[in-house]
């Protein structure tokens, strides 16, 4: 579940390697630059990532959908489709706030998922 007023990340940067932990919230202050700069950029990769992966399962949706839509299938495409969408626009919030850039691989994610 993804959260409103902060991002729940698996993956932060502990001394030289990355560790997974169950969950550590994240304020945009503790993403500032500064001397945490390889932090900063872990998160960075992290969202860049999670909301290419949120676009692309989108766009798979939408292509099940359009063949789909008058299966018995469907009502829950949809409501899977729904889901994923609610996910999206939280990873498009998370981009303008940490001030992340999306991939530029976003043209292939378009095609390919769909």
């Not at 626009?89 to 998922?113: C, M, N, S």
Request: proline share 4%; net charge positive.
């Amino acid at each position: 579940m993804l959260a409103v007023r902060s991002v729940c990340l698996q993956h932060v940067l502990t001394s030289s390697r990355v560790s997974l932990l169950s969950c550590q919230t994240l304020s945009l202050s503790s993403l500032s630059p500064g001397p945490d700069q390889a932090r900063r950029r872990i998160v960075e990769k992290i969202i860049r990532v999670d909301h290419a992966g949120e676009m692309c399962a989108s766009y798979i949706y939408q292509g099940q959908m359009a063949i789909l839509k008058n299966s018995k299938s469907a009502p829950l495409i949809q409501e899977m489709w729904d889901h994923e969408r609610a996910h999206l626009k939280k990873f498009e919030e998370l981009l303008v706030t940490y001030q992340v850039r999306p991939t530029v691989l976003i043209p292939v994610w378009r095609l390919a998922g769909f």
